[in-house]
């Protein structure tokens, strides 16, 4: 089991791996936190966060990616849509 600041530094990677490709697409992913070694909870910002394909684009591409880096995550949070 990583610790909670290696949890985070590999989480980081992810979404600094994703973050270009938003970029494209004028819109931006930000950490919020991760809640018992298990759940992200991200920000989509710009663009993505009134695109429809949002929701896809994170389950696939934002949640794979993170746990690539960090397979204990089980799931991945977009906490911008709760707003």
Excluded: H, W
Excluded at 47 to 68: D, P, R
């Amino acid at each position: 089991m990583m610790e909670a600041a290696e949890l985070k530094q590999n989480v980081e990677k992810a979404l600094e791996e994703i973050r270009p490709f938003l970029n494209n697409d004028g819109g931006d992913i930000q950490l919020v936190g991760i809640e018992d070694g298990k759940r992200v909870k991200v920000e989509l910002q710009g663009a993505c966060v009134a695109c429809n394909v949002n929701q896809m684009t994170l389950k696939s591409g934002v949640e794979m990616t993170i746990k690539k880096y960090a397979p204990q995550i089980e799931e991945v949070i977009d906490v911008s849509s709760l707003a």
